[in-house]
């Protein structure tokens, strides 16, 4: 049966203090995973994430860190099939193809430059990263930190800015430099 979190029975929603983002955990089995479990109900499970692990954006440790050289973005990602994992918190398995994928991003881009809505709102419940529970905040990172085509257009954004749809082994991105 499942909880009002739509994850099977068993598991529960816990929280990462080193990562700062919630996983998925079963007492019984003591398994412990990123992604949901399968036959979990993606809906529900989204609306819940939303409601009770969207981020009180936590600063830990953040003046403490060297941050010469780096750049702190937020994104927005939506996986297909084809995409390096192709599961996340949302949903077990993505099925998407990747140009249904390309179809509902370019959607997302045009309400983020249309002004209706931002990237970090829309990140929280359509984002396929885990940082969604961070309004797709990934931090601060340099160079080397992330995929060549995710830093190359992260680091060509003035901070404010909001990159075009760019493409990685992880899927397809809107890209927004926040400082």
Known sequence: MQKATGLPAGWEVRHSNSKNLPYY???QTKESKWEPPSDT??????????QYHTA???????AQQNLDGKIRCAHLLVKHRDS???????????TRSKDEAMGIIQGYDRSIRNGS???GDLAVTESDCPSARKRGD??????????KEFEEASFA????????VI????????????E
Do not use: C
Request: zero cysteines; aromatic letters at 8%.
């Open 167 to 178: 493409e990685s082994a992880s899927g397809l991105h809107i890209i927004e430099r926040l």
């Open 117 to 119: 809505t931002s990237l």
């Open 56 to 62: 009180n954006l936590r600063q830990d440790g953040a």
């Open 41 to 50: 109900d993606s809906e529900t499970l989204k609306h819940y994430m939303g």
């Open 25 to 27: 955990f079963n007492p």
């Open 138 to 147: 990934l931090g601060f990172f340099g160079k080397g930190d992330m995929q």
């Open 157 to 164: 954004l003035k901070p404010g800015e909001v990159s075009k």
């Open 84 to 94: 390096r994992r192709p599961a996340s918190w949302r949903q077990a398995q993505v």
